[in-house]
């Protein structure tokens, strides 16, 4: 049995996870509060809270596993890409852990990790698995790319953002309106009471398969500073239909670029990852899709698109196997494509 204990600290959330022969035993994370009230995430602030974090995390994942130190064949963690200070957190630790307990080192990137959350199983938990090759839509916080997955380990970018990822679209939008960071969800809590028509922005004329969100943004920050000269209190008269129209038209430019890369690849299985990905209006709108255009459409839970430490031990898990493993000198890197990820 082959069994690895996992970190996730790249931003602000610490996480550990204990998974063996591929199935997740135990995925513990603790988020940080402390960021809301400063509007986004606070890279010191980041860093010691996982560094306060890290070991009640870690144990508690080991415990709820019901495993015993002894028993971990390896450890692994984000090396990046993410805060460099929140990564050297977990990447200090998994080293000293390796050194202390004489494990293995495995290195992730955060990127392949999300990727890998359609192959999430657990003791209840077992969804059908995507097949290869598979198209992923991977949109969170800082990332917003469509990926070509040729194995576990082989994959290929399709397109990506020129700009703004999709989350900082969905959280720079929210605080245009004054709502809480990160505004992804409560821009989807509030668009479900709100009609998507009701306001059109600019969607941008990017080639290929990749993304830019910043024309949108400043279409909507344009409007809003129009309409709030005229009435200050437009923003909280007309809420539920700004979330929706926002929410709406972020989702048909994603969905547009992965519709194309689809008919263009003629891949019919597509995942999608990232924090974005818990989006209701998205999660619907890709298996409408699917149903739409016989693709088989593998949406994981929630709790396994935003950032958590079962992804991290799932791509670790597959690492493992591949034989790919992690020295002392395993570095955090706040930059960190795959392509550089893949070809190390
Ligand atoms: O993947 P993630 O947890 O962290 C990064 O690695 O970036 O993604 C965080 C992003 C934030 O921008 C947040 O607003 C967005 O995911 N997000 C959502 C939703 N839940 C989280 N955006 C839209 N709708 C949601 N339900």
């Known amino acids: 049995m082959i069994t690895i204990l996992a970190i996730e600290s790249s931003c602000d959330d610490t996480s550990a996870a204990v998974i063996q022969d591929g199935v997740v035993k135990s995925n513990c994370i603790a988020s940080q509060k402390i960021h809301e009230q400063y509007g986004g995430v606070v890279p010191e602030l980041a860093s010691r809270s996982h560094q306060q974090n890290i070991v009640p995390v870690v144990h508690q994942a080991i415990v709820d596993a019901g495993i015993s130190i002894s028993e971990i064949d390896a450890i692994a963690c984000t090396v990046g890409p ?148 005229k009435n200050p209190d437009f923003v909280q008269q007309n809420l539920t239909d700004l979330c929706a129209s926002i929410q709406h038209t972020i989702i048909e430019m994603l969905m547009h670029k992965l519709k194309k890369a689809v008919q263009i690849t003629g891949v019919k299985h597509v995942t999608i990852g990232g924090g974005v990905a818990a989006n209701s209006g998205l999660r619907a709108a890709i298996q409408l899709f699917g149903e739409k255009n016989d693709i088989t459409t593998y949406v994981p839970p929630p709790i396994y698109t935003t950032d958590n430490a079962a992804m991290i031990a799932v791509a670790a898990y597959y690492n493992f196997m591949d034989g790919q493993f992690a020295g002392q000198t395993m570095k955090a890197k706040a930059r960190f494509s795959l392509e550089e990820y893949f070809n190390e």
């Not at 990727?115 to 090759?133: D, M, N, R």
């Not at 990332?143 to 679209?169: C, F, K, V």
């Open 82 to 229: 993410g805060l460099l200070g929140s990564l050297l957190v977990g990447v200090s630790f998994a080293k000293g852990f390796a050194l202390a307990h004489a494990c293995k080192l495995v290195e992730v990137n955060h990127l392949h990790a999300h990727v890998l959350a359609s192959f999430i199983e657990t003791e209840t938990y077992k969804p059908a698995k995507p097949q290869f090759p598979f198209l992923c839509l991977l949109v969170s916080g800082g990332n917003t790319q469509i990926i070509l997955a040729h194995s576990y380990n082989r994959m290929e970018i399709l397109g990506a953002t020129i700009d703004d990822a999709a989350g900082e679209a969905f959280d720079k939008c929210a605080k245009l309106m004054g709502l809480p960071y990160p505004g992804g969800p409560h821009i989807d809590r509030l668009a479900g009471q709100g009609n998507p028509q009701a306001f059109t922005f600019n969607k941008p004329q990017i080639a290929g398969f990749d993304y830019s969100f910043s024309g949108f943004k400043t279409s909507v920050l344009y409007f809003l500073q129009k309409e709030i000269a």
